[in-house]
């Protein structure tokens, strides 16, 4: 089974591994933080990756095409 891979924050990611995207720019408040302004992008095992609104719209959609594949009968019994 394929899951198309997505580009984020310089990593090609797969689209399986994602748990959930932020609809909301990421603010802390903290002086130092790298992340502000960014889309919280979340992964299995506690990690996360910062996407930009771009690759934030790009992943979502990406995921809305993958999910939608799969529900209309994607995964198995193709071969008929
Ligand atoms: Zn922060």
Do not use: Q
Not at 12 to 39: A, K, N, Q
Not at 51 to 67: K, V, Y
């Amino acid at each position: 089974m394929e899951s198309p891979l997505c580009l984020v924050d310089d990593k090609h990611l797969p689209l399986y591994r994602i748990l959930w995207v932020s609809d909301t720019p990421h603010f802390c408040g903290e002086e130092d933080c790298m992340c502000e302004g960014r889309y919280e992008v979340r992964l299995e095992a506690d990690e996360s990756l910062w996407a930009n609104r771009d690759e934030r719209d790009m992943l979502i959609a990406a995921l809305n095409r993958w999910c939608g594949d799969v529900e209309s009968g994607g995964l198995e019994g193709g071969e008929l």
